[in-house]
């Protein structure tokens, strides 16, 4: 019986063996089988583009190429009807076509954002709940236009249709322009008299030491961002006004400050004055983030803060003229975006455009976003188009990689000079670009999209879909062919493509699909293969 039981404990132990041995080749011959299917999902390519950090897909797990960044900007001035619209009596229709023709350029020149001029001078372009229509709509203050229309609606919708950002440029303190007209009762200087000056060369400004002033400029900030599904507001270089103005004479504020002084006031003109600024940014800066987390606040400085900064510059200074201190306002981080007017060419030896960029990226502590403005009207240069070119390689070689980008003074040194479109789309623009993340700025992580691909002969259609359909701004759609892959970023309206089935001799194996939010952030990726 004990003999019996030895050889059955024997098998039993042989047959224990026997499965385990089994179960490691078969774990083996597993293994095996996804080695292979990673190497036929993932074939590796003799000269791999950069990659990002891999993620989980619906059905695949692959390593996507990463997407160019780069803020591509022009200005849209509409004071004096330097830009848009090109005459104060043009009917709606006019205007219209006008602003598409602009819109259209931008987009074909893989421009990711205009920044529209919205309140040239305490004006709307746009149904204000605070100041009158503009001037340069219609050739009357006050008088909208016929048939009626919102023009910030209809640029909005025209620029997101066409995947670029719209920021609306606002003048704070101008309230009224020269070229504006007579004043009428309908004028904010007729309305508001008691916190708006005259200067000697005719102008109107509102006093920037007036709490009246700043609250009123704040209501029309918040109207706007409340009401308008705008992506950005932009102030430019006027705070107090260049000396100039006001024929050299010190800016007419003795009112407010004379009620300063007797309550004891401390402060020197100059930084009393300042101070208020300083004050008025930061509030700004907070009171837009408190109505839209996602609406960044951008200023254009005058290009040199003060004579001297650096070393060899020399040159009017905003510090003391304008009573704008820039320099705190970045260092500070009160801004999303920073974009110094620095209007002078490489070779300058008064005002060199690369050391004014350098002095201002080093002193972008905060590391906000630093996108220069470039005098694309008028730079002094022999050939125009091509200094702009070299500007913006400099502005790739001296800022964050992460951050690239510039702005472009105005739009007519796009329309009116026929070689600077091609040196742009031959050179640096020459393909799209997603505007560069913003790190500071929270926003919900954007959703997965679905997608869908079908085949017919000849293409492959590809069908996507978000599950928060607000959430989308773009899409970037990635198809490989072989092992290339090749990348399109589409605006948030396009919801299909039909992509070659082959193209240059190689078949289409996957496609790939991510959604982009308004801040540039990017879904997880869903892909296919084909």
């Given at each position: 019986?004990k003999?019996?039981?030895n050889?059955?404990?024997?098998f039993?132990?042989?047959?224990?063996?026997?499965?385990?041995?089994?179960?490691?080749?078969?774990?083996?011959?597993?293994t095996r089988v996804?080695?292979?299917?990673?190497?036929?999902?993932?074939?590796?390519?003799?000269?791999p583009?950069?990659?990002?950090?891999?993620?989980?897909?619906?059905?695949?797990?692959?390593?996507?190429?990463?997407?160019?960044?780069?803020?591509?900007a022009?200005?849209?001035a509409t004071?004096?009807?330097i830009n848009?619209?090109s005459?104060?009596?043009?009917?709606?229709?006019?205007?219209?076509n006008?602003a598409i023709?602009?819109l259209?350029?931008?987009q074909?020149?893989?421009f990711?954002?205009?920044?529209?001029?919205v309140?040239?001078?305490?004006?709307?372009l746009?149904k204000?709940?605070?100041?009158?229509?503009?001037?340069?709509?219609t050739?009357?203050?006050?008088?909208?236009?016929?048939?009626?229309?919102d023009?910030?609606?209809?640029?909005i919708?025209?620029a997101?249709?066409r995947?670029m950002?719209?920021h609306?440029?606002?003048n704070?303190y101008?309230?009224?322009?020269?070229?504006?007209g007579?004043v009428?009762s309908?004028?904010?200087?007729?309305?508001s008299?008691?916190?708006?000056?005259?200067l000697?060369n005719?102008?109107?400004?509102?006093?920037?030491?007036?709490?009246k002033?700043?609250?009123?400029?704040?209501?029309v900030?918040?109207?706007?961002?409340?009401?308008y599904d705008?992506?950005?507001?932009h102030?430019?270089?006027y705070?107090?006004?260049y000396?100039?103005?006001?024929?050299?004479?010190?800016?007419?504020?003795?009112?407010?400050?004379?009620t300063?002084?007797?309550?004891?006031?401390?402060?020197?003109?100059a930084?009393?004055?300042?101070?208020?600024?300083?004050?008025?940014?930061?509030?700004?800066?907070?009171?837009?983030?408190?109505?839209?987390?996602?609406?960044?606040?951008?200023?254009s400085?005058?290009?040199?803060?003060k004579?001297?900064?650096?070393s060899?510059?020399?040159?009017?200074?905003?510090y003391?003229?304008?009573?704008a201190?820039a320099?705190?306002?970045?260092?500070?981080?009160w801004v999303d975006?920073?974009?110094?007017q620095l209007y002078?060419?490489?070779?300058?030896q008064?005002?060199?455009f690369?050391?004014l960029?350098?002095w201002?990226q080093?002193?972008n502590?905060m590391?906000?976003h630093?996108?220069?403005?470039?005098?694309?009207?008028e730079?002094?240069a022999?050939n125009?188009?091509?200094?702009?070119?070299?500007?913006?390689?400099?502005?790739?070689?001296?800022?964050?990689?992460?951050?690239v980008?510039?702005?472009h003074?105005?739009?007519a040194?796009l329309?009116?000079?026929s070689?600077?479109?091609?040196?742009?789309?031959?050179g640096?623009?020459?393909?799209?670009a997603?505007?560069?993340?913003?790190p500071?700025?929270?926003?919900?992580?954007?959703?997965?999209?679905?997608?869908t691909?079908?085949?017919?002969n000849?293409?492959?259609n590809?069908?996507?879909?978000?599950?928060?359909s607000?959430?989308?701004?773009?899409?970037v759609?990635?198809?490989?062919y072989?092992n290339?892959?090749q990348?399109?970023?589409?605006?948030k309206?396009?919801?299909?493509?039909?992509?070659?089935?082959?193209?240059?001799?190689k078949n289409c194996?996957?496609?790939?699909l991510?959604?982009?939010?308004?801040?540039?952030?990017e879904s997880?990726?869903?892909a296919?293969?084909?």
């Amino acid at each position: 019986m004990k003999l019996k039981v030895n050889k059955y404990l024997a098998f039993i132990a042989l047959a224990s063996l026997s499965l385990i041995s089994c179960a490691v080749q078969q774990q083996q011959k597993s293994t095996r089988v996804t080695v292979v299917k990673k190497s036929e999902t993932e074939p590796v390519t003799k000269n791999p583009q950069p990659v990002e950090q891999v993620a989980t897909a619906t059905d695949l797990k692959i390593n996507l190429p990463e997407v160019k960044r780069e803020f591509r900007a022009a200005w849209i001035a509409t004071v004096a009807n330097i830009n848009w619209p090109s005459r104060k009596n043009l009917s709606t229709e006019e205007q219209k076509n006008e602003a598409i023709k602009l819109l259209d350029l931008l987009q074909d020149a893989n421009f990711n954002a205009v920044i529209f001029q919205v309140r040239p001078a305490a004006d709307a372009l746009y149904k204000s709940n605070y100041e009158p229509w503009s001037y340069y709509l219609t050739g009357e203050t006050g008088k909208s236009p016929s048939p009626y229309y919102d023009p910030l609606e209809f640029w909005i919708e025209e620029a997101h249709k066409r995947g670029m950002e719209l920021h609306v440029w606002l003048n704070p303190y101008r309230a009224h322009h020269l070229s504006g007209g007579s004043v009428s009762s309908e004028s904010m200087v007729k309305k508001s008299p008691s916190n708006i000056v005259k200067l000697k060369n005719g102008m109107y400004w509102f006093d920037p030491a007036s709490v009246k002033t700043q609250d009123h400029v704040s209501n029309v900030v918040k109207d706007i961002v409340s009401r308008y599904d705008i992506d950005a507001v932009h102030f430019d270089d006027y705070f107090y006004p260049y000396a100039s103005y006001n024929g050299g004479a010190d800016f007419p504020d003795s009112a407010s400050w004379n009620t300063y002084k007797n309550a004891d006031g401390t402060l020197s003109k100059a930084d009393w004055r300042r101070d208020h600024v300083n004050k008025f940014i930061e509030r700004i800066n907070k009171e837009i983030k408190q109505e839209k987390p996602y609406v960044k606040f951008g200023i254009s400085p005058f290009g040199i803060w003060k004579s001297g900064y650096p070393s060899g510059v020399v040159g009017s200074s905003q510090y003391d003229e304008l009573y704008a201190d820039a320099k705190l306002w970045l260092n500070k981080g009160w801004v999303d975006y920073f974009s110094p007017q620095l209007y002078w060419p490489i070779n300058s030896q008064r005002q060199n455009f690369q050391d004014l960029l350098e002095w201002w990226q080093d002193e972008n502590t905060m590391n906000r976003h630093l996108w220069p403005g470039l005098n694309t009207v008028e730079v002094k240069a022999t050939n125009r188009s091509t200094e702009i070119v070299n500007q913006i390689k400099i502005t790739a070689d001296v800022l964050s990689k992460n951050s690239v980008g510039a702005v472009h003074y105005s739009i007519a040194g796009l329309t009116d000079n026929s070689e600077m479109i091609p040196a742009l789309k031959n050179g640096p623009y020459k393909e799209k670009a997603l505007i560069p993340l913003s790190p500071w700025m929270k926003i919900n992580k954007i959703a997965t999209p679905s997608l869908t691909v079908s085949n017919d002969n000849s293409y492959i259609n590809v069908n996507w879909s978000n599950s928060k359909s607000n959430d989308a701004f773009q899409w970037v759609l990635y198809t490989r062919y072989d092992n290339e892959w090749q990348v399109e970023i589409l605006p948030k309206n396009q919801l299909n493509k039909s992509v070659a089935r082959s193209k240059n001799g190689k078949n289409c194996n996957t496609v790939a699909l991510k959604a982009i939010d308004r801040l540039g952030n990017e879904s997880d990726h869903v892909a296919k293969k084909i």
